[in-house]
């Protein structure tokens, strides 16, 4: 066994600025001998790297601890501000051998109020107008802060941190550099509730002498545009930026000079004439103010800020991984349009911004960069965009060469139209999103179905920013409940979105009301009103999802309680449980096609499976008498629905495809009526020449139940299916992303409403859970927690020959893949150190089964081969396998 690695603190690698009382830490394993597993660990943590060789001066030691766990909350001395802990994992295998270890560190942030002397500043409302006089005639502009000051060292630091946040987003600067590489930061909290603020290693940026701290400051979401809100200064949170933030230098001798945001600040608004999140962000460079930012610089033309010394609020240290820009791409064509314009083709659909090099520009030149998810004869497609603008504008300073890069915007696009550059054009995309480490893999041997997965990861890409969105591109933008909880599942797939989605959990219970109402959209802005079915039952299933996924009790602990109030809130207004009283803005089947499921059908469905998930997660909280209520509940519910709605015959009321998928993957049928209604189900999508209907909510559960329930074929068949509706006529139309409506665009119709059609929405992409867990295999039993038991169930079918996927777990790398040729199948499998798998190995000769070339019996680390329904079924430890199997397709 090779050492522990991807040691961890908190779902993070290393993070600055933590502010958890007792961080967890993990660690996982590798392995490459077969039935390798831990026995015992030993945790340490010391102030330095060295001092964790020397027994004396740790902070910390559990000791040799016999047990599998990998991971564990601190519990070692309460935790000091502002200071790095050094841990180290020891590790012994099955064998009882000592591994070599593992080290890490993490850093606390500003754990008490008391720590905090900064007061928020602003701009000086006497001093400058909010709204500046325009620069240009045409040009209303509302310059973003830039706020600075300066301070002396007298001597070279050893460490310094700057802690900042922002009522906007910002960026902040320090002798003339821009620290760090976080775009968009604060990020999008239930502000009244949580502002984050950030953490700084700053050390290398600070000099003995003469230093100066800056920022710079825009809207963002506190004080900008948001979602379809007309009103701006938005009235959500507040109608003006403002800035916060704490430098702490520390120096040899263990003195310590701090420098806050206070009166003695100065503002003057630069170059940056106006930046907003949907309008885009205008820049004039002829109005930089050259090194204000300097050490050398000075405070001329800068005035005195605002000062608001009231409580500076509930400042919290950013949980998760920041947004950054993650990569930039280049464009794939270049079309010359009439007046001098350009189209640029990113070949993508992304969400970020351009960089424009201009070479040549002449003072007072104005270049517009518009933006466009799709082209309409030639010509950006603007319409879907509503209200955002989306335009950013640069008027050049005259210099040889500049460099136009919005900063506080952010768009959704394939093209960019880019009018009045000077001579050649030199351009690039920049993706931006919350840095979730994307991990996972699949693919296959269909070209079609990769780019199916290329275009789900990609909405992920564009839609993790922040909050978990609907779409990237239109004055919309919000955290709705229902798309998060129905792209989880193929979320937690592609990459690790632990930290990300508890975090925003947290925005989610902040929008509960009194009668334990979500919200529709979280942060819940003005969007105010009680939560629909199935978007208020994320508030039930996402935390549940991350506990079996990530094995995040943290996170499920916090929600319980509001999980337990959403449930009690439905049953105390519709006590002959069916769900049918305060059902919100009821949207039922979102977005389906040609069939409508009745909303009594669909809200009821997720009422049994909400108070199923809290009698489960009660029972794993340790809360007995809790679990048994809601299963009792559960029940009621689970007859009530039978009861109601379930024909003799196994129909589902409705008859629709989403009817019946709900009834079946959530377990509502009396086990006599399960066949009957995939039968139903199937013949609905058979008479329909194999074409789906469902919408957000049923499409997540489509190829799963068909797969589940022995339809494979079926659900292969929608997957390949490539005319109107199908994630296939979207792909053979130029799709990169995953439309909002499988009609966004059609041969018969053209464009579907502008009022509503995003082509960059990931919900209908929650298909990708099934292309890992079914087509590839991975899957956990329903019991297994982590990914500890896993469930390898790979189904071939379709045009496919192979298919593979690998997911980093908790526990280490999980994968599996097949492919088929001459009549055989391989079949291969990763179990991590720890785990046991279950593999489906389908064949047709269940003593075919070989594995490295012998009968698959006597391997080592395969513990049974049996035949079974799928073939045969092997019981694994953990390592690396390759069994091979006769096939005679299905
Ligand atoms: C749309 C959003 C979102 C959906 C709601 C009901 O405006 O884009 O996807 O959840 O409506």
Redesign the pocket.
């Known amino acids: 066994m090779t050492n522990p690695y991807g040691l961890r603190t908190e779902h993070r690698v290393e993070p600055l600025g933590l502010d958890a009382d007792r961080p967890r830490l993990s660690w996982k394993l590798r392995a490459d001998r077969r039935g390798a597993a831990q026995s015992a660990y030993r945790l340490t943590a010391a102030a330095r790297p060295a001092d964790l060789d020397d027994p004396r001066r740790l902070l910390w030691d559990t000791g040799r601890r016999a047990a599998d766990d990998f991971e564990l909350a601190w519990d070692g001395p309460a935790l000091q501000s502002a200071t790095r802990y050094h841990w180290r994992v020891e590790v012994w295998d099955e064998r009882g051998e000592g591994l070599s270890a593992g080290q890490s560190w993490f850093e606390t942030g500003l754990l008490h109020p008391s720590d905090w002397s900064a007061v928020w500043i602003a701009r000086d409302p006497a001093g400058l107008p909010l709204v500046d006089p325009p620069t240009d005639d045409d040009e209303p502009s509302r310059p973003a802060l830039q706020l600075r000051r300066a301070f002396e060292l007298d001597r070279v630091p050893v460490r310094g941190r700057l802690y900042a946040t922002a009522r906007g987003v910002y960026e902040p600067r320090l002798n003339g550099q821009r620290v760090g590489d976080l775009e968009l930061s604060p990020g999008w909290t239930e502000y009244h509730h949580r502002i984050q603020y950030q953490t700084y290693d700053v050390t290398d940026l600070l000099r003995d002498g003469r230093n100066v701290l800056g920022a710079v400051v825009a809207d963002g979401w506190w004080s900008g545009y948001l979602g379809f809100d007309p009103r701006r200064p938005a009235q959500h949170y507040g109608d003006h930026p403002s800035f916060l933030a704490q430098l702490v230098v520390d120096f040899s001798d263990g003195s310590r000079q701090v420098v806050a945001t206070d009166a003695d600040w100065t503002e003057r608004p630069g170059a940056v004439r106006s930046a907003d999140l949907l309008m885009g962000e205008h820049v004039d460079a002829r109005l930089a103010v050259p090194d204000w930012d300097a050490p050398h610089g000075s405070d001329a033309g800068f005035t005195r800020v605002a000062v608001d010394d009231t409580d500076p609020g509930p400042l919290v240290a950013e949980p998760d991984q920041p947004i950054r820009v993650i990569r930039d791409i280049a464009p794939v064509a270049l079309h010359p349009r009439p007046t001098g314009r350009t189209i640029v083709d990113f070949g993508q659909n992304l969400v970020g911004r351009v960089r424009l090099t201009l070479h040549g520009a002449s003072a007072g030149q104005r270049i517009t960069v518009r933006h466009a998810e799709v082209l309409d004869d030639g010509e950006l497609y603007l319409d879907n965009l509503r209200r955002a603008d989306a335009t950013d504008t640069y008027v050049a300073a005259g210099n040889e060469t500049e460099v136009f890069e919005p900063r506080f915007t952010i768009h959704g696009f394939r093209y960019a139209e880019i009018d009045n550059h000077p001579g050649e054009l030199e351009i690039v995309a920049r993706v931006l999103h919350n840095d979730t480490p994307f991990d996972g893999m699949f693919e296959c041997s269909d070209p079609m179905v990769n780019q199916l997965q290329s275009n789900i990861a990609w909405g992920q890409r564009g839609n993790f920013v922040a909050v978990p969105t609907?779409?990237p591109q239109r004055d919309?933008r919000?955290g709705?409940?229902?798309?998060a909880q129905i792209f989880t599942p193929t979320a937690s797939r592609n990459a690790d979105v632990s930290a990300f989605l508890a975090r925003w959990l947290r925005d989610v219970i902040d929008g509960q009301d009194a009668d334990g109402a979500f919200r529709?959209v979280a942060p819940a802005v003005w969007i105010a009103r009680e939560a629909?079915p199935a978007?208020g039952d994320a508030g039930v299933i996402i935390p549940w999802h991350l506990w079996r996924t990530y094995g995040d009790r943290v996170a499920l602990e916090r929600s319980f309680p509001s999980m337990v109030a959403w449930v009690d809130r439905i049953r105390r207004h519709n006590p002959d449980l069916r769900w049918r009283h305060r059902t919100g803005?009821s949207?039922g089947d979102?977005l389906q096609v040609d069939a409508v499921t009745p909303r009594d059908v669909l809200s009821t469905a997720y009422f049994a499976r909400s108070a199923e998930i809290v009698a489960d997660a009660a029972e794993v909280l340790g809360h007995h008498d809790i679990a048994i209520e809601y299963r009792g509940l559960h029940g009621a519910i689970r007859a009530a629905f039978i009861d109601s709605y379930v024909g003799d015959n196994g129909t589902v009321e409705g008859g629709t495809q989403t009817a019946y998928l709900l009834a079946l993957a959530f377990g509502l049928l009396p086990s006599n009526l399960v066949r009957a209604a995939v039968d139903q189900l199937a013949a609905d999508i058979e008479k329909r020449d194999i074409r789906l209907t469902t919408g957000?909510l049923g499409v997540a559960l489509l190829c799963p139940v068909l797969t589940e329930h022995g339809r494979a074929d079926l659900a292969y068949a929608l997957l390949h299916q490539e005319e109107f509706p199908s994630w296939g006529y979207s792909i053979r139309h130029g799709a990169t992303t995953i439309w909002?409506r499988w009609d966004g665009w059609t041969e018969h119709g053209g464009f579907q409403s502008p009022a509503?059609n995003?082509f960059n929405?990931y919900?209908l992409g929650s298909v990708g859970d099934w292309l890992y867990g079914r087509v590839a295999g991975i899957d956990q039993t329903t019991t297994s927690i982590g990914y500890r038991e896993l469930l390898l169930r790979p189904v071939p079918g379709g045009r496919l020959s192979w298919a593979r996927a690998q997911q980093e777990t908790v526990r280490g790398t999980v994968a599996c893949g097949w492919s088929i040729k001459n009549e055989r199948i391989t079949v291969t499998a990763t179990v991590p150190p720890g785990s046991t798998a279950i593999l489906e190995i389908p064949t047709s000769d269940p003593a075919s089964v070989t594995e490295g070339g012998q009968p698959a019996a006597e391997r080592p680390g395969v513990r049974t081969v049996q035949p079974s329904a799928a073939g045969a079924t092997v019981a694994l430890t953990s390592g690396r396998y390759t069994f091979s199997a006769a096939y005679q397709g299905a």
Do not use: P, V
């Open positions: 609907d779409c919309e919000l709705w409940l229902a798309d529709d629909a978007w803005n949207y979102w957000f909002e509503m995003s929405h919900s």
